[in-house]
């Protein structure tokens, strides 16, 4: 099912000349923008305060709903600013209650065009989790995964990256002066709409990390909004550099992206295990950070039919993860156009889930949702086109 946005833009052009929203900002930019309206430096810790906490704790998209702001300075706001969002090209709703945004965003330098994400919500019966995008496109090519026959447009700044919580909290009316969504279906019947944050979209959150830390940090900001670090999981398909360091700065939860016990499938499933192989790979993740029995790392493995899912393969996995605290997320592999896999059949997922239970691990097979809009894991890809060189802002050089 999809529907229209009731807030869209009208035109790329008025994205151009519309004036730059707040929305998503850390605190240091709504200082920086706070200053350039005229608010003295003594003022400014102060007023980005109040800013902070209309903005994340209630969702104000409106600069007159803050009462605590002087009315000379609401206006001031008001005419050099806004509050938007992301715009909604689509919303697509799934049998299942799964939903999928396509987000256009603001045009940034010499972008020939406005670059669109993909934003996903899975609700249960007590929580739900937002699946949210770090790049428009990818640089992995990962063969089984849909995203990455998209390639890389460009890293998305820390501004956009909680705007889609913020996005996504608006449209499931998760804020608490929210009034109920004209279409509720199977949302959870609890308090916070939005319990976990998943960092498993469009794009290598590895390769956009000072972005993406900058983001959880105004996630996970207790005076807005306020997501437990440990309900937020970042999944990496193996930047080993960079896993010490996440887990050094970071504090949330991690997930690998593994999909194969030995690098001759690896490296065709996952071609940055060419130059991150799996022993170094697993290496970083026996001295991840705060790793323990609490804090265990998620190892995600995608069931593809005769490829990946003998119970060899099982009993491979199992001696590969051996001393690692770990859960093991088994994926049935979810189809899109033209992809050459098919999805293990589910008594061979249940005997491979069999010997890794066996084993000691906790290894639910998750469950296939909003597959009939392409909202499942693996299956997510805008319509953006990978800009020229010259137009591309901080894309880090991935060729493996």
């Not at 600069?63 to 938007?84: C, G, H, N, W």
């Not at 949210?132 to 890389?152: A, D, E, Y």
Request: hydrophobic share 40%; proline share 6%.
């Amino acid at each position: 099912m999809t529907i229209a946005p009731e807030a869209a833009q009208n035109t790329l052009d008025k994205m151009q000349t519309a004036k730059p929203s707040l929305a998503g900002m850390t605190r240091d930019g709504l200082k920086a923008a706070l200053a350039a309206a005229g608010v003295p430096e003594k003022q400014l810790r102060m007023r980005a305060g109040q800013l902070w906490g209309w903005m994340y704790a209630h969702g104000f998209t409106n600069f007159d709903q803050m009462s605590d702001v002087s009315k000379e300075l609401r206006r001031t706001l008001a005419d050099l600013y806004t509050l938007d969002r992301p715009e909604i090209v689509s919303e697509q709703i799934s049998i299942d209650g799964t939903r999928k945004w396509l987000l256009r965003l603001p045009k940034r330098g010499h972008e020939a065009r406005a670059p669109e994400v993909e934003t996903v919500y899975i609700p249960e019966s007590d929580r739900g989790t937002l699946c949210i995008s770090s790049q428009v496109g990818c640089t992995l090519t990962c063969s089984f995964c849909h995203t990455g026959t998209q390639k890389l447009v460009r890293n998305l700044e820390a501004q956009e990256i909680v705007a889609q919580i913020m996005l996504a909290r608006d449209r499931i009316g998760d804020w608490p002066s929210s009034e109920t969504p004209a279409d509720s279906r199977l949302l959870p019947n609890a308090e916070r709409k939005i319990t976990n944050v998943v960092l498993m979209g469009m794009g290598e959150p590895l390769y956009n990390f000072d972005n993406v830390k900058a983001a959880m940090e105004v996630a996970s900001d207790d005076a807005g909004l306020s997501l437990s670090k440990r309900r937020i999981t970042l999944s990496t398909s193996g930047v080993v550099p960079e896993i010490p360091r996440w887990g050094d700065e970071s504090g949330t939860m991690l997930a690998i992206s593994l999909h194969a016990t030995n690098d001759a499938l690896r490296d065709e499933l996952v071609p940055l295990n060419k130059k991150y192989p799996i022993a170094e790979l697993l290496d970083a993740c026996r001295n991840y950070p705060g790793l323990s029995n609490a804090k265990r790392i998620t190892f995600e493995y995608v069931m593809l039919k005769g490829v990946n899912d003998s119970l060899a393969d099982a009993r491979a996995l199992v001696r590969l993860l051996a001393g690692i605290p770990a859960k093991i997320n088994l994926i049935p592999f979810n189809p899109w156009p033209n992809t050459k896999y098919e999805c293990s059949d589910w008594q061979t997922i249940e005997r491979f889930a069999d010997v890794v239970n066996r084993a000691g691990y906790a290894s639910p097979v998750r469950t296939p949702r909003g597959r009939d809009i392409l909202a499942a894991c693996g299956q997510l890809r805008s319509e953006s086109v990978r800009l020229r060189a010259s137009e591309r802002t901080s894309a880090p050089d991935t060729a493996t």
